[in-house]
């Protein structure tokens, strides 16, 4: 039903939401102090450019006669 799906869509994105907060953690983590910011803003970046370029692959599907 949609219900389920709802729930597991819900549970889906918890999950990798979670996953990638604690990606970035011990991504930063390990770099240490001095370059942890750097790291961080690179991270936050590619993440926001994969996005974006998925939304615009996403719209050239849609847009194809």
Do not use: C, D, Y
Not at 16 to 26: D, P, W, Y
Not at 38 to 61: F, M, N
């Amino acid at each position: 039903s949609a219900f389920a799906m709802a729930v597991g869509t819900a549970i889906t994105v918890s999950a990798l939401a979670t996953l990638a907060v604690s990606a970035k953690g011990a991504a930063v983590h390990f770099a240490g102090a001095s370059m942890g910011n750097r790291v961080g803003t690179t991270i936050e970046i590619l993440g926001a450019v994969l996005v974006l370029a998925l939304g615009l692959v996403l719209l050239a599907a849609a847009l194809q006669p």
